[in-house]
């Protein structure tokens, strides 16, 4: 048995990073950047009006000038126009609109007192700044400034950036094949009535909720029978067809947990089987024949959902090129939750200060008490807290 950071390491170093591919813009949201976007001219590109009203030389209004003479008009989407030198000129500007060559000054219409034909007057009470309202070009970026950095996960706020930069498609990263596969005999379809005996499989719909959550596509999802015969040529195509293997259920030491024993006779190499963490202790991993990863999950759901977000997530999205996000902390009162020499993700209910309840199941089996909580944080071993009161990483539920 590994502890939980070796076994996080373990599989970390032997995940192989993504291939790429062009995808159109479209089709980027939630892929991981693997070329930088880069800003193709200044951003924004020309003073850029920010209020409608008026452009004018705040040397004039410096002088005494309140009234105007009005010799334009710039509307948004025109190429920029050229201030009158006369002195007492505007133009009226319109939001977006590029300021008017040798114009410095804007005034919002708010400050407007009177208007004549082909002039505006400024109520005196109006304190114009020079440069106040105007977005000056260049001051966001530069012409040739990484804006989106490769390992970039893209989301609504990166797609705009990179569309204003002309990137119509981007290289990113491939998704990985993954099959997610239940086993179990007592395992039936969810739009079948169980017996008494049996149950519904929820565990792979579980767990592709949260791949896909996290941006990741499961491309089959399946129930393997605990007969090691039968499930040998499935479990075999499927190793050949997909590069990510994650099962549930029959991985630990009981008479019909053939798993560990069938990998074995398929050529999978053992990389860890057994973590000291809870839920979750039969954990294992295996490389396969071809490089593929094969993760291989407790069935009791609150262990299977727990190790998808210990260990796979954390995995694929280290394959895909990504940027690590930063651990959020949560101050708890961690005592009497910590168990002696094994890892605790502790389920845990939010607050409104930002500090966290325990909000443990009754067991590894209690899905439903799932939905108490918010997510888990992770306690080390027991002897290894610094106090009661202490901040800890904590995973958001997916």
């Not at 390992?151 to 609504?156: A, H, K, V, Y």
Request: hydrophobic share 45%.
């Amino acid at each position: 048995m590994v502890s939980f950071h070796e076994a996080q390491q373990i599989l970390l170093g032997n995940t192989p990073a993504a291939a790429s591919e062009c995808c159109s813009l479209e089709a980027a949201t939630g892929r991981v950047l693997r070329a930088s976007v880069l800003a193709d001219r200044d951003f924004p590109a020309y003073d850029r009006v920010m209020m409608d009203g008026y452009a004018l030389r705040f040397s004039d209004w410096q002088a005494g000038e309140r009234s105007f003479q009005i010799c334009g008009a710039a509307p948004a989407g025109q190429a920029a126009m050229v201030l009158s030198s006369t002195f007492g000129s505007c133009v009226e500007v319109m939001t977006g609109a590029p300021c008017p060559l040798t114009a410095d000054c804007i005034l919002p219409v708010e400050d407007v007192c009177g208007k004549a034909p082909g002039g505006v007057t400024f109520a005196h009470s109006a304190a114009p700044i020079a440069g106040r309202y105007l977005h000056r070009a260049g001051s966001d970026a530069a012409a040739g400034e990484v804006l989106l950095p490769a390992g970039t996960l893209l989301g609504s706020r990166e797609i705009g950036v990179a569309a204003s930069c002309g990137a119509a498609s981007l290289l990113v990263s491939c998704l990985p094949k993954i099959a997610i596969i239940a086993t179990g005999d007592e395992l039936i379809p969810v739009d079948q009535v169980p017996e008494v005996y049996q149950i519904r499989q929820s565990n792979g719909h579980s767990i592709a909720a949260a791949l896909r959550r996290a941006g990741f596509a499961p491309q089959h999802l399946g129930v393997l029978s605990d007969d090691a015969e039968i499930a040998r040529p499935i479990l075999q195509g499927l190793l050949a067809a997909h590069d990510w293997l994650i099962l549930t259920g029959a991985v630990s030491q009981g008479p019909r947990d053939f798993v560990p024993a069938l990998l074995k006779a398929l050529s999978c190499k053992k990389l860890f089987h057994g973590v000291a963490h809870r839920p979750g202790k039969p954990v294992g991993c295996w490389l396969g024949p071809s490089g593929q990863i094969i993760v291989a999950l407790p069935g009791n759901p609150v262990s299977a959902l727990t190790g998808i977000h210990t260990l796979v997530l954390p995995a694929l999205i280290r394959a895909s090129g990504a940027t690590p996000p930063l651990a959020r902390q949560i101050e708890i009162n961690a005592s009497n939750q910590q168990l002696p020499e094994f890892t605790r993700h502790l389920p845990v209910t939010l607050l409104p200060d930002g500090t966290a309840l325990p909000a443990a199941t009754g067991n590894s089996g209690d899905f439903i008490g799932l939905l108490k909580s918010d997510g888990f944080v992770t306690l080390p071993p027991r002897g290894h807290l610094s106090s009661i009161y202490s901040r800890y990483p904590f995973t958001l539920w997916l």
